[in-house]
């Protein structure tokens, strides 16, 4: 009888914890709903912005002007890749284990290397 006693009591509490638990549980699902549905309206009038953007202005993207001066004005896009990564930097990229860094170039203007791919292009 004793044991029951003291294992009923174990349980009770062992019940009370999990209730304020959940009720904690509950608040911060209440939260991040909140939050959820604000992102969700910010998304919508994002969207809605973007959508009225492109129906009034029509965007020519950055793939179509590459491929336009690809395929339209003939120009060479190897060779530019070559021109902005010079084989001097490649190899000091190399000797750095492919590092993320701002590399200069001989022609006056330095490359951000991130993750691997040059990224973009500093005039100086």
Not at 35 to 61: C, G
Not at 91 to 110: E, M, Q, V
């Amino acid at each position: 009888m004793a044991d029951d006693s003291a294992k009923l009591k174990s349980l009770e509490r062992e019940l009370s914890q999990l209730k304020r638990e959940r009720c904690d549980t509950s608040d911060e699902y209440r939260e991040v709903k909140r939050k959820i549905d604000h992102q969700e309206r910010e998304i919508h009038t994002l969207t809605k912005k973007i959508t009225a953007l492109k129906k009034n202005n029509l965007v020519v993207t950055e793939h179509a002007i590459v491929r336009y001066l690809e395929r339209v004005e003939g120009i060479d896009m190897e060779a530019i890749k070559e021109r902005i990564l010079p084989l001097d930097v490649l190899k000091k990229i190399r000797a750095l284990k492919g590092s993320n860094a701002t590399y200069p170039c001989d022609r006056g203007f330095s490359i951000r290397l991130q993750e691997g791919a040059v990224v973009t292009v500093i005039a100086k």
